[in-house]
């Protein structure tokens, strides 16, 4: 039993920034790694960047140097700096965590996705 409560998306203009968190809470014993997916209309999820407990990230190609992500471990929350917005940035951004419970079981978990829309 673990909720992810995704919050920070909306409507930017191209060039903007948002800031994209991701909260864990329930039966959790460890957070490992953390990420964010995004999917737009008519295409595949693709992942945007990943993170490990111990904080090393990994990217996109297409959001290097633009993309930045932390973690909070206190918090169970993973964020997502998202600079340099381009139009085709645009689409669902989905949070996505592999859990340790308290039972010791593993579980995969997604939040139910927050709209990002750049504007050109």
């Known amino acids: 039993q673990v909720q992810l409560v995704e919050s920070g998306g909306g409507l930017v203009q191209a060039g903007g920034s948002l800031r994209l968190s991701c909260a864990a809470s329930g039966s959790i014993l460890t957070v490992n790694a953390m990420g964010w997916y995004r999917q737009a209309p008519g295409k595949q999820r693709e992942l945007v960047a990943a993170?490990?407990?111990?904080?090393?990230?990994t990217y996109a190609d297409s959001v290097k140097g633009r993309f930045a992500l932390s973690r909070d471990n206190a918090k169970n929350t993973v964020y997502l700096q998202m600079n340099s917005l381009k139009p085709e940035d645009t689409a669902v951004y989905y949070c996505?965590?592999?859990?340790?419970?308290?039972?010791?079981?593993?579980?995969?978990?997604w939040g139910q996705g927050t709209q990002v829309t750049v504007s050109s």
């Open positions: 996505n965590a592999h859990i340790y419970h308290l039972d010791l079981k593993w579980g995969d978990y």
């Open positions: 993170i490990t407990t111990v904080g090393s990230a």
